[in-house]
């Protein structure tokens, strides 16, 4: 494990780091494969089979079929990475932005014109929301 | 001899590049996006860059987890607009400057800096978004590119100390160039945003305005500023923001403001444009901020 992490206590955020990536190696080079339009087409297919022929732990498989990004990232996922899994369902960073927010993608859109998340009361977990 | 005339920052959100490639420019949640370029456009036609130094981060596109290099530079003859899900974007392909690339490499490398040298490297909307967003939609770029592509995904990037002082080595490894070339370098990614997780749509215009500030007056107190607070106040992503402090190393300790844009928001992010210039006849030339 890498010791010092004094990003441990931000709310709502998991951050990439070795001990993520280590994790998530296969799931995200799962998602790296769907950079190559003949892979995305094998994946519409049959996207159970085809993720069977990644080393993936059965979590991070079901999390991929149920389209759980929140869930692909405590297994190590990286947005960067599942946005390619996102593009091939034509979906765009908005929508997952605000599918893991649990919000409605026209109220995170919403939101985001209203001048988007504020910064006091998420910087710290436990911290005062205000307002 | 080689000399680096002016510096650029800007956000490179890919909706940026999908609301141009799909004509939406003119949409009114975009307009305004693409209005704090208008200036920009007609600067850059006058400025006539011969090569701009662009420094980005690729997202998982040419680099994956098999190889993560904290610092690369393409050294090719041109690099090929890659395909990041979707199909790659209608842009022409980015002409490079091997000459002008190997001889920063050198130099730099000879500095203490490591740099990964790339021959081969599709460049997602991390590059291209920001030649958009400054030159529209031309047949062919009208300038040769030199990508630096910067780890901000694998945590931990370089700190922002480590891009200032590899600025400050691409600019003596340009002032030592042996040809005369027009150069700018372009810091590109940020401002404050979030992409991931329950935080996810984060923005801070506190955070994001005191940084241009300060990038501009005082980059040496915003390169000591640590990681942390960056994911804190400008969310896991705005941690983007170091390449910014890559570009202004680059430049001299003083600067002049040409341009300054912000803009909230584009898609998920707060949106950040500079234009910085070196004085005409450079001051303290070889190492301008020691």
Known sequence: MTADKPYADVPGTTIFDTDQARLGYHLNMFCMSLLKAANRERFRAGERAYLDEWPMTEDQKRAVLARDYNRMIALGGNIYYLAKLFATDGKSFQYAAALMTGMSQEDYARMMKEGGRPIEGNRRVGEKARG | ?290
């Open chain 2, 1 to 290: 001899m080689a000399r680096i005339t002016a510096g650029v920052a800007t956000s490179h959100v890919p909706a940026i590049g999908a609301a141009l490639d799909l004509g939406k420019s003119a949409d009114a949640y975009w307009a305004p996006v693409f209005k704090g370029y208008e200036f920009s456009k007609r600067w850059i036609a006058a400025a006539k860059p011969d090569v701009v130094i662009l420094v980005y981060n690729d997202h998982a596109t040419a680099f994956s987890l098999d190889l993560v290099p904290t610092f690369a530079i393409g050294c090719a003859a041109s690099f090929t607009p890659a395909d990041e899900g979707w199909g790659a974007r209608p842009v022409p392909v980015v002409e490079g400057h091997p000459e002008l690339a190997d001889h920063i490499a050198q130099s730099v490398i000879q500095q203490d800096f490591d740099l990964t040298i790339v021959n081969r490297l599709d460049v997602d909307h991390g590059l291209t978004v920001p030649l958009s967003l400054m030159f529209g939609q031309p047949q062919a770029w009208p300038c040769r590119v030199i990508p630096i592509a910067v780890n901000v995904v694998l945590y931990p990037p370089p700190s922002g100390q480590r891009c200032y002082n590899l600025g400050k080595a691409i600019r003596r490894a340009v002032d030592s160039f042996d040809g005369d070339l027009n150069v700018q370098i372009w810091g590109t990614g940020g401002m404050s945003h979030q992409l991931q997780g329950p935080r996810a749509g984060l923005i801070n215009r506190e955070f994001d305005n005191a940084f241009l500030d300060r990038l501009i007056h005082d980059p040496q107190a915003q390169a000591r500023v640590p990681h942390i607070e960056y994911v804190r106040e400008a969310g896991s992503e705005g941690i983007e923001l170091v390449m910014w402090l890559l570009m202004r190393g680059a430049l001299d300790a003083r600067v002049r403001e040409v341009h300054r844009f912000y803009h909230v928001p584009a898609s998920n992010t707060a949106l950040g444009h500079l234009i910085l210039e070196n004085p005409a006849e450079p001051d303290g030339r070889g190492d301008p901020q020691a």
